[in-house]
T-cell receptor
Framework: DAGVIQSPRHEVTEMGQEVTLRCKPI?????LFWYRQTMMRGLELLIY????????DSGMPEDRFSAKMPNASFSTLKIQPSEPRDSAVYFC??????????????????FGEGSRLTVL | DAKTTQPPSMDCAEGRAANLPCNHS???????VYWYRQIHSQGPQYIIH???NNETNEMASLIITEDRKSSTLILPHATLRDTAVYYC????????????FGPGTRLSVLP
């Protein structure tokens, strides 16, 4: 069973350029999260979706950041224009909601391998 | 979600048990304790979670004190591959599905 798939794994771009990061969640998961990780700030939640609808985007740093989830199997995080301070590892994660504790379904997050962004 | 306190770093000898503590003195009755770890350059990985009873799975054991104000993650026979940052998170089960990660404990397993 494939896990969360992110692309690209590495991206190097110049300041001012548009960056698009992509994520394919685990099939059947109804929650999707975008996190950012830096040495200074650790892991920060940027935004999360439930059933393709953004629920909480309070962690999105500013208007340069936008995220979409057009369907249950795809999400994008876009930075336009990019700045050097956006350099970080961006993680996508997905989860399955539960109202009862079902065998093998515990509601934990499954993370992708991350996209390492470097903005010069 | 309740805040947690973890030591910034710990060492453990290979083959020995690694005991990672977490304080969560303001935990509420409906909040669970979750543990994740992050091996260098990888995404965080779920380890275990519990409410008040001790839990064990193939990766680790979770011991929660009776007053639930602290817990310990136990890796019974640490290997070099267990070197990672370990995060203790307290949150309401299945509420919003959000996990807030603190700085965690950097565990170094030494040969």
């Amino acid at each position: 069973d494939a896990g969360v798939i992110q692309s690209p794994r590495h991206e190097v771009t110049e300041m001012g350029q548009e960056v698009t990061l992509r994520c394919k969640p685990i099939s059947g998961h109804d929650y999707l999260f975008w996190y950012r990780q830096t040495m200074m700030r650790g892991l920060e939640l940027l935004i999360y979706f439930n059933n393709n609808v953004p629920i909480d985007d309070s962690g999105m740093p500013e208007d340069r950041f936008s995220a979409k989830m057009p369907n249950a199997s795809f999400s994008t995080l876009k930075i336009q224009p990019s700045e050097p301070r956006d350099s970080a590892v961006y993680f996508c994660a997905s989860s399955h909601s539960t109202t009862l504790r079902l065998a093998g379904v515990t509601g934990e997050l499954f993370f992708g391998e991350g996209s390492r962004l470097t903005v010069l | 979600d309740a805040k947690t306190t973890q030591p910034p770093s710990m060492d453990c000898a290979e083959g020995r048990a690694a005991n990672l503590p977490c304080n969560h003195s303001t935990i509420s009755g409906n909040e669970y304790v979750y543990w994740y770890r992050q091996i260098h350059s990888q995404g965080p990985q779920y380890i275990i979670h519990g409410l008040k009873n001790n839990e064990t799975n193939e990766m680790a054991s979770l011991i929660i004190t009776e007053d639930r104000k602290s817990s310990t993650l136990i890796l019974p026979h640490a290997t070099l591959r267990d070197t990672a940052v370990y995060y203790c998170i307290v949150r309401v089960y299945n509420y919003g599905q959000n996990f807030v990660f603190g700085p965690g404990t950097r565990l170094s397993v030494l040969p």
